[in-house]
């Protein structure tokens, strides 16, 4: 086995689509590489259990070839695949949909649970909703790539939006909603209704948040009143966190772990579920014009990719000293 003081080789697997993972999964792998780790990753495609599992001849020749010390899963039904294979041993975080889901996509993340070496829940929420967690739990979320989501002067990123062909008007307001309107999970229909009732008062427009680069949404944030969530579920929705780094005022409903991170934040709300209090939360925004600390409080939580990455060797440490 490898001295557990040298740097361990990671394999980072998950869904991917395209040959891409979303942006989260690619950040933490990049930020562990950055750590000193040798990272390399393999993309789960297919959908469904039957799906996943025709991935699995190919997951035992990846790591046969890249001999992982660990490998890293992302959801509960990816962790499931790889601790099909017992050479190694596997991590698995849980993100949301694998456990609040519920139905056949909760029992099989229980028994990926059993399985796994170690479980990492993004959120509290998460964490107690799964009864009779073994010792080897913790909860740790994704972090935010602090380079890539920074706070600009308003009129620069509408410069940069309208050098990039999105058209967007310095005389109207903006809301960006946290996700596309065709995901029902995210409950765009409250958004829109919320939305609708600002446009009595004011040139306001619900932006989608879909097809954008990363580097976009950055000044989509930048040029936004606010961001706003709706959703019926979640777990620690990355985008809130971005939006904290960009000094993006949040209006959310109270799901996931968004009262936690914004809790004390001068200009973000957490809003009753109802239409009429949402839009009076994202009026407050628009009437003040302000900016939040939302960045000092990713840095002090250490919510940033480089602090996460330390605390995911500490937990790879603890994998390795136990075999």
């Known amino acids: 086995m490898k001295h ?17 993972f979303v942006s989260f999964v690619s950040e933490q792998a990049r930020s562990l590489a950055q750590a000193g780790c040798i990272v390399d990753t393999y993309g789960v495609v297919g959908k469904g259990a039957w799906g996943y599992l025709g991935n699995l001849r190919a997951l035992k020749r990846k790591i046969r070839e890249f001999k992982p010390d660990i490998v890293h899963a992302h959801y509960g039904l990816t962790g499931l695949l790889c601790t099909l294979q017992r050479k190694v041993p596997v991590v698995t975080t849980y993100h949301g949909s694998d456990i609040h889901s519920g139905g056949w996509v909760l029992k099989l993340s229980k028994l990926c649970i059993r399985r796994s070496a170690f479980n990492i829940f993004v959120s509290k929420w998460l964490y107690e909703k799964v009864i009779n967690l073994p010792p080897n739990s913790t909860i740790l979320p ?24 999105i058209v967007m008007d310095e005389g109207r307001h903006y809301v960006v909603f946290a996700g596309a309107f065709a995901n029902d999970v995210k409950n765009p229909a409250l958004a829109k209704e919320a939305v609708a009732l600002l446009a009595q008062k004011y040139a306001v427009e619900l932006v989608e948040l879909k097809g954008y680069t990363r580097e976009q949404v950055n000044w989509l944030l930048n040029a936004a009143d606010c961001l706003l969530m709706t959703s019926h579920r979640e777990g620690s929705p990355m985008v809130v966190k971005e939006a904290m780094a ?25 809003a009753e579920k109802n239409p009429s209090a ?27 990719t480089g602090s996460i990455a330390k605390e995911l060797l500490r937990v790879y440490k603890i994998v390795l000293e136990s075999r």
């Open 4 to 20: 557990v003081s040298d740097m361990p080789r990671i394999l980072v697997v998950a869904h991917s689509v395209d040959g891409r």
């Open 142 to 165: 994704c972090g935010v790539d602090m380079e890539t989501f920074i706070q600009i002067p308003r009129s620069e990123a509408l410069r940069l939006l309208n050098g990039s062909g």
């Open 246 to 270: 960009a000094g993006c005022p949040v209006v959310s409903v109270d799901v996931g772990d968004v009262s936690l991170r914004l809790g004390g934040i001068k200009g973000c709300h957490i």
């Open 278 to 304: 949402i839009a009076a939360a994202v009026e407050s925004t628009i009437k003040s014009g302000a900016r939040t600390d939302g960045r000092e409080r990713i840095m002090i939580e250490g919510c940033d």
